[in-house]
């Protein structure tokens, strides 16, 4: 049967995370508010363990400052960012088959004809040759500017 209070030195040690760290993160979220018992020490119940897991998700997975991991936890609804969280905990095979799976679903989305790709493909080598040619025709006019004389002629096809 779980506990129904945790003290703070619990609580940093089961989230890897330092005490005076859980202290500050007190003063800035303000959804974060554990109770204090008779003696003064902190008791953190499970929703403020979630709560903890969710800032410190924020902070050291996502990157997020702290200003904008409160502003992601007052926008978003608790339940979907457990959702994410627990996207991140996935094993490497689970992660790998979630993506797998949406990138099929983006190149069904986007699959392109055959008709699509021979034009893409000739676009493609068009403008290649374009740039060949406006490097061919610099060349020569570089070449010019040197020796107008010059007679020498650069075959373009």
Do not use: C
């Not at 020490?41 to 903890?52: F, G, P, V």
Request: hydrophobic letters at 30%; charged letters at 35%; proline letters at 3%.
């Amino acid at each position: 049967m779980p506990k129904h209070y945790y003290q703070i030195g619990e609580v940093a040690k089961m989230l890897g995370i330092r005490r005076h760290t859980l202290r500050y993160w007190e003063t800035e979220f303000p959804k974060l508010k554990p109770r204090k018992n008779n003696s003064g020490k902190r008791n953190y119940t499970l929703a403020d363990i979630e709560t903890l897991k969710t800032i410190k998700y924020l902070l050291h997975e996502q990157n997020y400052s702290i200003e904008g991991a409160r502003k992601k936890m007052a926008s978003h609804s608790t339940a979907h960012l457990e959702e994410e969280i627990t996207e991140s905990n996935l094993s490497s095979q689970e992660l790998k088959s979630k993506l797998v799976s949406k990138i099929e679903n983006i190149q069904d989305a986007i699959s392109l004809t055959p008709e699509n790709r021979d034009r893409i493909e000739k676009k493609r080598m068009l403008k290649n040759k374009l740039s060949l040619l406006r490097e061919l025709l610099f060349i020569k006019e570089k070449k010019q500017e040197i020796d107008p004389a010059s007679s020498d002629s650069i075959d373009l096809d």
